[in-house]
């Protein structure tokens, strides 16, 4: 049975296409024990979540964003 080993905040847009990283649409990376990572829109991380992801974090650094 597979089971879920991290869950991070992640963009659904290629970053290269992304101006701001708040207009994104978010969701989630799923990492399983057995398998490749998942990603799905299903659950949306809060803003919270968002801005403390390594994700944001990339993509902020990258449009210049605080």
Known sequence: MS????????????A???GDP????????IFYNDKQPDFT???KPTLEQIKA???YL???KNS???
């Open 41 to 43: 829109l299903d659950e």
């Open 22 to 29: 708040l207009k994104a649409s978010w969701g989630y990376m």
């Open 3 to 14: 089971a879920i080993i991290k869950k991070e905040p992640w963009h659904a847009e290629p």
């Open 58 to 60: 990339a993509l902020s």
């Open 16 to 18: 290269s296409s992304i």
């Open 64 to 66: 210049g964003e605080k």
């Open 53 to 55: 992801s390594s994700a």
